[in-house]
């Protein structure tokens, strides 16, 4: 049974953070997204730099974008909605990073402190508790 999305895609404002950085610098979410969702082994610079490279040279970032979108339905189990994941980027490109930001810190992930920074706070030990007495 597929899961839904946990907030709409043009629900931007739920995360104003988000919402301007992807705004003025969409190279940025996009790197945090594929750096949790190739589980660390691209690097939120390399994807933050190839994207706006493409931005540039192409002028249709969505061409590489949307593939992440794919990948992040497919770990969750999430529709394809409202339209294709390459529709979704192509027409509201801004809106779909932000959605896919926003799902990623609904689900525990922190895409500002890429994967390795998750997987640390995940496997941090816990803190030693004495008794006082």
């Not at 899961?3 to 950085?21: I, R, V």
Request: glycine share 10%; proline share 5%.
């Amino acid at each position: 049974m597929e899961k839904q999305w946990t907030s709409g895609l043009f629900s931007c404002m739920e995360d104003s953070e988000t919402a301007c950085l992807t705004c003025f610098c969409p190279c940025v979410t996009f790197g945090r997204i594929a750096d949790i969702s190739d589980e660390g082994r691209t690097g939120c610079g390399r994807c933050g730099v190839f994207y706006g490279l493409i931005c540039c040279v192409v002028g249709l970032p969505c061409l590489f974008s949307c593939t992440y979108r794919t990948k992040i339905r497919s770990k969750f189990g999430l529709p394809e909605s409202p339209t294709s994941d390459c529709v979704t980027h192509f027409f509201c490109e801004c809106c779909a990073l932000c959605q896919e930001h926003r799902e990623l810190k609904t689900r525990g992930l922190d895409p500002s402190i890429g994967w390795s920074g998750n997987m640390q706070r995940t496997m941090a030990p816990p803190m030693s508790q004495q008794m006082m007495g």
